[in-house]
T-cell receptor, first 110, second 113 residues
Framework: GDSVTQMEGPVTLSEEAFLTINCTYT??????LFWYVQYPGEGLQLLLK?????DKGSNKGFEATYRKETTSFHLEKGSVQVSDSAVYFC?????????FGAGTTVTVRA | EPEVTQTPSHQVTQMGQEVILRCVPI?????FYWYRQILGQKVEFLVS????????KSEIFDDQFSVERPDGSNFTLKIRSTKLEDSAMYFC???????????FGPGTRLTVL
């Protein structure tokens, strides 16, 4: 079935560093792609999404571009803050459900 | 901002007991979901619910599980006879017109002893 493979963590960064979390997908069609974030003690929150090839999703300084040729949807942020410390999940929508990656724990140190 | 809520936040039960996990979806949403995350593993889809019936379910969602919308606001997941391997974080989600834009609750951590 359709699936997502996500870069393993944990990732530890200093404030203002550049963050990239790799995500690739396997799918028979062209699924919608998502990044969700889970802050400590909270549920999953939709961070951004893209529904077709070359779409760029963006929110809170994070960006990800739907790359059909490389089947990827990598998450990037140019300058992270301590408040960005969280678990990040890549996901795809197909067969009427979300399929998630394993999650990447990001810790940003002041 | 409207949000999905779940109760309890943590449930401890003995193996073989029945548990009911509760969720209040966003009020104007039509689709409801349960997912679970076993510690150290991926978030997995369990079931989706629309118009008072199950619309899709995964292989995990066997006869031990059931879902119900007992009134206009609650959405519940029942596990009839819990097993050790049911220990997990259970997330409820809901969506409106765009099914793929799902809003998640904070989760219920179920511990089966």
């Amino acid at each position: 079935g359709d699936s997502v493979t996500q870069m393993e963590g944990p990732v530890t960064l200093s404030e203002e560093a550049f963050l990239t979390i790799n995500c690739t997908y396997t799918a028979t069609g062209y699924p919608s792609l998502f990044w969700y974030v889970q802050y400590p003690g909270e549920g999953l929150q939709l961070l951004l999404k893209a529904t077709k090839a070359d779409d760029k999703g963006s929110n809170k300084g994070f960006e990800a571009t739907y790359r059909k040729e490389t089947t990827s949807f990598h998450l990037e942020k140019g300058s992270v803050q301590v408040s960005d410390s969280a678990v990040y999940f890549c996901a795809l929508w197909s067969d009427y459900k979300l399929s998630f990656g394993a999650g990447t724990t990001v810790t940003v140190r002041a | 901002e409207p949000e999905v809520t779940q109760t309890p936040s943590h449930q401890v039960t003995q193996m073989g007991q029945e548990v009911i996990l509760r969720c209040v979806p966003i009020s104007n949403h039509l689709y409801f979901y349960w997912y679970r995350q076993i510690l150290g593993q991926k978030v997995e889809f369990l079931v989706s619910f629309y118009n008072n019936e199950i619309s899709e379910k995964s292989e995990i969602f066997d006869d031990q599980f059931s879902v119900e919308r007992p009134d206009g606001s609650n959405f519940t997941l029942k596990i009839r006879s819990t097993k050790l391997e049911d220990s997990a974080m259970y997330f409820c989600a809901s969506s409106g017109d765009y099914r793929n834009e799902q809003f998640f609750g904070p989760g219920t951590r179920l511990t089966v002893l």
